[in-house]
């Protein structure tokens, strides 16, 4: 996910913007009030901070509820341990192609998969990632000195790449977020990264990437053309429909769901709501609100305020955002439960990765409509897909 929304956006909006104050006496204000239908077990919420690792913090959160699900047992896994194994492969890959490859600190969902795959992954007690001086995240100048690396490279000075690098580039991410242990021991058992993997009750051959595109055939495998999916991972086209469908059963079967999503839009606030607002029905009040759009009430917009009515998304309008560039792949997040509004309409619960953030300290209530709209791809079980649709996924 990109790193200027993962990063930059998050830091706007740690309190609701203020604005000149309007009054508005025409129209009635009542306060968004949430009933939780369902929720599923998450851990705590983290913070990401000064980093680009949205896509790092929201798929390790689903990894731990998957865990949580299957064996009752939390555990809080290194975020840092993915990221430092994840920009080495990318270093590879990019040096590789001679530098045609987006190089940076974001990455995808898949990314977090590959890594445990891969390499396995240890106890956030084991890697934290802080050996730079701060207390929390930070990875301005470390992806900058990365990236210098990497860049130096593809010159090739020497006429040939020596076999020092790779060393050296390891070397570099050890100095800001620490060496990655070779072994560790919980609970008196001794593991490598590898072996602690295996321990943790889930099996990753039952994660699948799913998304809905009109560009590639529906109940097919494609590779998601966004820069962060430098891997080139496939992911299951179904059509929108069944990608709700999906969300679905996954929440009100125990399960939850990693969510990458555009939120880039004005309708994901700052007032920990995120809504397609139809402005052509929430015009309320003033004559000046109803001609030229103010529909603000003390300076805020109306839909930060109050439920509204909302765009009916369908396929057609999903891919008009991804062709024309309105919708890009901007941050990850993760889904884990249902709740309705005073007016009986549902959202989705949805936990962020920058602390506290927001009047509910770090949860986001997003409507249906902006999933269908705004979604680039969710991971999930594969068992928490309905039969009928998982038949026609070949799943």
Same mark, same amino acid.
């Given at each position: 996910?990109?790193?200027i929304?993962?990063?930059?956006?998050?830091l706007?909006?740690?309190?609701?913007?203020?604005?000149?104050?309007? =009054? @508005?006496?025409?129209?009635?204000i009542e306060p968004?009030?949430?009933e939780t239908i369902?929720?599923?077990p998450?851990?705590?919420?983290?913070? %990401?901070?000064?980093s680009?690792?949205c896509?790092?913090?929201?798929?390790?959160?689903?990894f731990?509820?998957?865990?949580?699900?299957?064996?009752g047992?939390e555990?809080?896994?290194?975020?840092m341990?993915?990221v430092s194994n994840?920009?080495?492969?990318?270093?590879? =890959?990019?040096?590789?192609?001679h530098?045609?490859?987006?190089?940076?600190p *974001?990455?995808?969902?898949? &990314?977090v998969?590959?890594?445990?795959?891969?390499?396995?992954?240890?106890?956030?007690s084991?890697?934290k990632?802080?050996?730079? *001086?701060?207390?929390?995240?930070?990875?301005? #100048?470390? @992806?900058?000195?990365l990236?210098?690396?990497?860049?130096a490279?593809?010159?090739?000075?020497?006429?040939?790449?020596?076999?020092?690098?790779?060393?050296?580039?390891?070397?570099?991410t050890?100095a800001y977020?620490? =060496?990655?242990?070779?072994?560790f021991?919980?609970?008196?058992?001794?593991?490598?990264? =590898?072996?602690?993997?295996?321990?943790?009750g889930i099996?990753?051959?039952?994660?699948v990437?799913?998304s809905?595109?009109?560009?590639?055939?529906f109940?097919?495998t494609?590779?998601?053309e966004?820069p962060?999916?430098?891997?080139?991972?496939?992911?299951h086209?179904?059509?929108l429909d &069944?990608?709700?469908?999906?969300?679905?059963?996954a929440i009100d079967?125990?399960?939850?769901?990693?969510?990458?999503?555009?939120?880039? #839009?004005d309708?994901?606030?700052?007032? *920990?709501?995120?809504?397609?607002p139809?402005?052509?029905?929430t015009?309320?009040?003033? &004559? #000046?609100?109803?001609?030229i759009?103010?529909?603000?009430?003390? *300076?805020?917009p109306l839909?930060?305020?109050?439920?509204?009515?909302e765009l009916?998304?369908? %396929?057609?309008l999903?891919?008009?955002g991804?062709d024309?560039?309105?919708?890009?792949?901007?941050?990850?997040?993760?889904?884990?439960?249902?709740?309705?509004?005073?007016?009986?309409?549902?959202y989705?619960?949805v936990?962020?990765?920058?602390?506290?953030?927001?009047?509910?300290?770090?949860?986001w209530?997003v409507s249906?409509?902006?999933?269908?709209y705004?979604?680039? &791809?969710?991971v999930?079980?594969?068992?928490?897909?309905?039969?009928?649709i998982r038949?026609?996924?070949?799943?």
């Amino acid at each position: 996910m990109k790193k200027i929304i993962c990063l930059s956006f998050a830091l706007a909006l740690l309190s609701i913007p203020s604005f000149a104050q309007k =009054k @508005d006496k025409g129209t009635k204000i009542e306060p968004y009030k949430f009933e939780t239908i369902i929720e599923n077990p998450i851990t705590s919420i983290k913070n %990401q901070a000064s980093s680009g690792t949205c896509w790092c913090f929201s798929g390790i959160s689903f990894f731990e509820s998957e865990i949580m699900r299957a064996t009752g047992e939390e555990c809080d896994l290194s975020e840092m341990f993915v990221v430092s194994n994840a920009y080495y492969d990318k270093a590879l =890959k990019y040096v590789r192609m001679h530098g045609h490859l987006n190089f940076g600190p *974001g990455s995808s969902f898949s &990314d977090v998969l590959t890594v445990l795959e891969t390499y396995g992954i240890v106890p956030e007690s084991e890697m934290k990632g802080l050996n730079y *001086g701060t207390t929390q995240h930070m990875h301005f #100048e470390m @992806d900058e000195i990365l990236k210098g690396i990497v860049s130096a490279l593809i010159k090739n000075p020497n006429q040939k790449l020596s076999k020092a690098w790779k060393t050296g580039f390891r070397d570099m991410t050890a100095a800001y977020l620490g =060496k990655i242990p070779e072994t560790f021991t919980v609970n008196e058992k001794k593991y490598t990264p =590898k072996s602690y993997m295996e321990s943790l009750g889930i099996d990753l051959n039952d994660y699948v990437d799913i998304s809905s595109w009109t560009h590639h055939p529906f109940y097919e495998t494609m590779v998601i053309e966004v820069p962060d999916n430098w891997r080139g991972r496939t992911a299951h086209n179904v059509p929108l429909d &069944d990608m709700i469908a999906i969300i679905d059963n996954a929440i009100d079967n125990g399960y939850t769901v990693a969510w990458a999503s555009d939120v880039s #839009e004005d309708g994901f606030t700052g007032a *920990g709501i995120a809504v397609v607002p139809d402005v052509t029905k929430t015009i309320q009040g003033s &004559d #000046e609100a109803r001609w030229i759009g103010s529909a603000e009430v003390n *300076g805020r917009p109306l839909y930060t305020q109050t439920p509204c009515p909302e765009l009916e998304i369908t %396929q057609e309008l999903r891919q008009e955002g991804f062709d024309d560039y309105s919708t890009t792949d901007d941050h990850g997040m993760h889904i884990y439960g249902k709740a309705k509004d005073q007016n009986g309409t549902e959202y989705y619960m949805v936990k962020n990765s920058w602390g506290d953030a927001g009047p509910y300290n770090g949860v986001w209530y997003v409507s249906k409509s902006y999933v269908r709209y705004k979604t680039t &791809d969710i991971v999930v079980n594969k068992n928490a897909i309905p039969a009928e649709i998982r038949d026609k996924m070949r799943l």
